[in-house]
Each structure stands twice: as structure tokens, then as C-alpha cells.
């Protein structure tokens, strides 16, 4: 099932592919061999075509549209997003640069000659306005240079990609020698037109839409342990909110000090329909400073929920969660919905210290039925229990049965990717193990 939508959802891509380049082709075709500049110039339409779709893609991969999100899952999309934008770049550097030479061998201008003419005579200064807030964007999101930014940084210079879509769109038809063919003109404007339709409900209405009917508020933040707290919350009709265990929202706290950011978090208990509870553990500058700043009352929009971390995947009836430090969240509530629905389950914990375990006494109480729960600490000399950290050698003993569950992994990077290791080691079949990641 999930084979014949990707391969559905590629074909459709392919196939707009396929329209913008037959377009392309009828009107600008013949430019291709009729001289250098028109080379550059068919050269410098397509590339500009194609980066603009590419660009309406990334606002359909990163909208939160709930099918996509269902099918594919939020990491995946995010994944593509990422991708999707490299490949975008390339396309928005080309566009004006062909152009700039085509034009500039046809009335025999220097290279900034032609950009001076370009921006004064052509007017298509908000254009290259536009193209400079791609080119910074693409940049910045570049994981070498992304990891010395603060995620904030980042995301508002991000966010400028929507001033430059705006930017972009005035010289497209009106200058651009491929919509001289009315049928085409009106395909590009359904283009915009489906994106949009899909960005602007699922991204902006929805959570305001959510606000208004729930009214989220903070109603009681309790500390977990020195670095986490839980926060519980209340709302109207909460019943109607209805979410999966292990998916997460994001979250915006509507208080002076905290209005600026959203961050995402998974529900740590299952839905029950009169509260909501997420837990947060201080791991940067925002998480560490939302415990002293965080007050009850607080009211909160949430985005969501999202992800496929959940229950429906599952094929077979025993299921393992194996869980590193906070990663924990999604796996708790995974473990009070299905041991309610009487699935065998076996939970490995893995923390430092008996401080850092969290839900410690929830997770007992839910092992009462149908569930084992074995915490493993790396750094606690006075712990009794499993010591060490959990590898393929603690799966073929504290779950002998492996071979016979689904996994839902949840923890840092580099334990889920030497536990998805592990498991190939052990020949589980990657369509039986499921992770969520907590960072992009
Ligand atoms: C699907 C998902 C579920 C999560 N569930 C939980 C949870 O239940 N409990 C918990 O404690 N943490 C959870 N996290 C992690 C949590 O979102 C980050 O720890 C938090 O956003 C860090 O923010 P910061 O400013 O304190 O730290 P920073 O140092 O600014 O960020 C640390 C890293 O967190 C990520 N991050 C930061 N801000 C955002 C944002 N607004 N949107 C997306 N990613 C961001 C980035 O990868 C960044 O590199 C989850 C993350 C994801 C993606």
C-alpha cells in the first residue's frame, strides 16, 4: 500500500514534470539551436520554470498536509523538504545566471551590464531580491553551517521564503516567453493556486481553528526530574481532539516571553479526552528556560497532531519500545493505549542514572498487564537492575523473542542508528521497526 502511494504521489510529480517541460518545449524549443543566446535564454526559461515548481513543492512537503503526513510521516517529509531544496537552488542560481548571459550575448552587453539592464529597464529588481533570499536560505540550511546557527536564527530567516515567493511571482507572466501560451499561463496559476490551498488550511488555519474550538491552556506543570518537566493540559471539548499515542504536536505557549517560538512534542499519555500532557526535557536554550517562565494559565496553539509513530503500522501483536533518555514521551503512551488493548509488550529503558528515569513508577504500574518493562542504566553504580547500554546483545536476551515483535525505537541519533544496526544484525526486517526522530 505504502509502495503503490509513493509511487502514485511520484507520478504525480513526474508528471507536472512532464507538462512544464512540453510547454517549455513548444515556445521555447526552437530557441535551443538557433544561436548561442538562445541557448542560454530557452536554457534560462526552463530552469526558472522548473525552480518555481520545485519551490511550490516545498511548500506542499513542509504544509502539514494530513494525508501526506499520513502516508509518508512528518521525518520523511521533512527529509524530502530538505532535499527538495538543494535541488531547488541549483535551479534558481541557473535561471538568472542563463538569462543574464542569453540576453547579454543578444545585445552584446557585458555581464553586469545586462544585470543593471535587467534591474532598471526590465524592473525585475524584486526578482533578484527574491533570488538572494533563496540563495541565503539554501545556504544557511546546509548541515554544516546550519549547526553553528540557533534553530530560531534559522527558521525566521526561513520563514523569509515566503516574502520571496511573493517577490518571485509578479515578473513570472508577465515577462516569462513560455506563458505567452494562455492554456499554460492558466496550468502555472492552478499550480500556485493547489499549493497554496494546501499550505494555508493544514499550516495556518487549522491551529487557530484548533485554538478556538479547545481554548489550550497550561494546567499544571509538574517537574519529573532536575532537567524535565511535565506539562499538563486543559481545554473545551477535549474529548473531540482526538490524537494517536506516540505522535507529537507543536506547541506555542501564548505568554509574552514564550510567544516567539513553536516547538514540537510528542503526548506522553494516551488520549483520555479531558487532558493532554507533554513532557520536556531541557536540551537548549528554549526548553531550559520554559520551566522559570512557563506560568499556569498560559494559554497554548497547538499544531497537529502529527506523525505515524503509532499503533495502525504495526503487523505483528508483540511489540518492543526501546526508548533513550526523554525519547521515552512517545513510547509511554504507545504502552498504556496497547497494553490496554492487550498487546504484548516488552519496554527497554535506557537512562544514566536512576534520577534520569522518568514515568518510572507509570511504566511499573502499566507492566502489570501484558508488559514487561526492564529500565538499563549506563552510569549507576549503586543500580541493581540492567547495567550497560542496550544493544544487540541485551535484545537477544531481555527480548528473546524478537524475532516475533515490531520495534519502536525513540532516543539520541546515535543509539537509534546502532539499535537499527542491531537489528538488521538480527535480521529484522526494517518494515517491522519504526523510530521517531527528535531532531532534523
Ligand atoms: C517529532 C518530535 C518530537 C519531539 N518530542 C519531544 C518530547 O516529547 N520531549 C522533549 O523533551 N523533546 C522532544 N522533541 C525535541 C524538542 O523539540 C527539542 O528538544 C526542542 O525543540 C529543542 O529546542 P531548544 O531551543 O531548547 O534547543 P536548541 O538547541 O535550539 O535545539 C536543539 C535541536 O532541536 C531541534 N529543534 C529546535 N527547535 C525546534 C523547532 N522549533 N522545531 C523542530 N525542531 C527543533 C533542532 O534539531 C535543534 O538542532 C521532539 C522533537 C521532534 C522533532
Given amino acids: ?45 526552463i530552469t526558472g520554470l522548473v525552480a518555481v515548481y520545485l519551490i511550490l513543492w516545498q511548500l506542499i512537503l513542509i504544509g502539514r498536509v494530513r494525508f501526506l503526513e499520513q502516508t509518508f510521516g512528518f521525518d520523511r517529509l521533512s527529509l524530502w523538504h530538505h532535499f527538495n531544496g538543494f535541488a531547488a537552488w541549483t535551479f534558481i542560481f541557473l535561471h538568472p545566471l542563463f538569462l543574464i548571459v542569453g540576453y547579454g550575448l543578444n545585445s552584446q552587453n557585458t555581464f553586469l551590464g545586462q544585470v543593471a539592464n535587467f534591474l532598471i529597464a526590465w524592473e525585475l529588481a524584486p526578482a533578484f531580491i527574491a533570488v538572494m533570499i533563496f540563495l541565503i536560505t539554501i545556504v544557511l540550511s546546509w548541515g554544516a553551517i546550519q549547526k553553528y546557527l540557533k534553530y530560531e536564527v534559522w527558521y525566521y530567516i526561513h520563514l523569509l521564503t515566503y516574502l520571496a515567493i511573493i517577490l518571485a511571482f509578479g515578473h513570472q507572466l508577465k515577462l516569462g516567453g ?35 474550538r479547545h481554548e489550550f491552556y497550561v494546567d499544571k506543570v509538574i517537574k519529573e526530574n532536575d532537567q524535565t518537566i511535565s506539562v499538563y493540559l486543559r481545554g473545551k471539548n477535549l474529548e473531540q481532539f482526538k490524537f494517536q499515542p506516540g505522535q507529537f504536536a507543536i506547541f506555542r505557549f501564548l505568554s509574552f516571553n514564550l510567544i516567539g517560538e513553536a516547538h514540537p512534542f510528542s503526548f506522553s499519555q494516551a488520549f483520555n479526552g479531558q487532558e493532554l500532557r507533554i513532557t520536556i526535557k531541557a536540551l537548549g536554550d528554549y526548553t531550559t528556560k520554559l520551566p522559570a517562565k512557563l506560568k499556569v494559565g498560559t494559554k497554548v496553539l497547538i499544531d497537529g497532531a502529527h506523525g505515524i509513530f503509532t499503533p495502525q503500522r504495526t503487523t505483528n ?30 519496554i527497554l529503558y535506557g537512562a544514566t542514572k536512576t534520577s534520569d528515569l522518568i514515568f518510572k513508577a507509570e511504566l511499573e504500574k502499566i507492566a502489570i498487564t501484558n508488559c514487561r518493562f526492564t529500565p538499563v542504566l549506563s552510569a549507576d553504580e549503586s543500580w541493581l537492575g540492567e547495567k550497560g547500554r542496550i544493544d544487540k546483545n541485551k535484545i537477544i536476551s531481555l527480548i528473546p523473542d524478537y524475532a516475533e515483535r515490531d520495534f519502536y525505537l525513540c532516543g539520541p ?18 518494515r517491522y521497526v519504526y523510530f521517531e526522530k527528535f531532531s532534523l
Fill in 317 to 346: 501483536q508483540k511489540l518492543a519500545f526501546i526508548a533513550g533518555g526523554v525519547g521515552i514521551t512517545p513510547l509511554r503512551a504507545l504502552a498504556e493505549s496497547e497494553s490496554k488493548n492487550g498487546r504484548d509488550i516488552v
Fill in 178 to 212: 513560455d506563458f505567452q501560451q494562455k492554456l499554460f499561463a492558466a496550468y502555472w496559476l492552478v499550480l500556485y493556486l493547489e499549493a497554496l490551498c494546501l499550505l494555508i488550511p493544514y499550516r495556518f488555519i487549522k491551529p487557530l481553528y484548533l485554538f478556538w
Fill in 1 to 45: 500500500m505504502f509502495c503503490m502511494k509513493k509511487t502514485g504521489f511520484i507520478l504525480i510529480f513526474l508528471a507536472n514534470l512532464g507538462v512544464i517541460f512540453t510547454a517549455w518545449w513548444l515556445q521555447s524549443g526552437s530557441l535551443l539551436l538557433s544561436s548561442q543566446a538562445g541557448l542560454f535564454i530557452a536554457l534560462g526559461r
Fill in 413 to 430: 541519533g546515535p543509539m537509534m542508528a546502532s539499535l537499527r544496526a542491531s537489528l538488521k544484525e538480527l535480521r529484522i526486517n526494517s
